[in-house]
């Protein structure tokens, strides 16, 4: 059951909100770090390797990550406190929020994700490592047959690109 949260928890939520862009920034009290770098599995193992070192032991690690395995990304760091949070582009249209349990995501670390997730007004859902998640797995053969149609003549680009932002509801196409 969806709980409502009051305009004051709202607003003391989103200031505890403080966007960091950069290691070099985190402070070592830090209790949640999203990453959300290109979609490299080395480069953001490096990033949580590092990450490791900064930030107290409690802090929960995240990832933007829209294909790469959580569990293999925990193993940089700390898997009880590791989790996907694939958000949806572009963010501030887009409501859904896919949230990713590796193979030793705590339910503690699931829980506090989840209300977070509702608290800055978006949707979880929850997916399981797999690969592509809910979001991609559907997307993808999607594209395919958007390119297999313009191959075959059936639309124009330009056209194809308006059926999916206005029949499908993609904004960027």
Known sequence: KKEKITEKDKFDTLNRIIPKIGIAE???????????????????LAIFKELQQIVKV????????SSISITELAIASRPDKFIGMHFMN???MMQLVEIIRGYSTSGETY???K???FKIEKTPVEVQDYPGFVSNRILMPMINEAIYALY????????IDTVMKLGMAHPMG
């Not at 999203?34 to 979609?39: F, G, T």
């Not at 409690?58 to 990550?65: D, H, R, W």
């Open 90 to 92: 572009p963010v501030p």
């Open 115 to 117: 209300d977070l997730t």
């Open 26 to 44: 985190i402070s070592n009290d830090t209790d949640l770090v999203i990453e959300a770098v290109v979609e490299d599995k080395n480069t953001k």
């Open 111 to 113: 829980n506090t994700i």
């Open 58 to 65: 409690e802090s929960i690690f995240a990832s933007n990550t």
């Open 152 to 159: 075959e003549n059936v639309a124009s680009a330009e056209d």
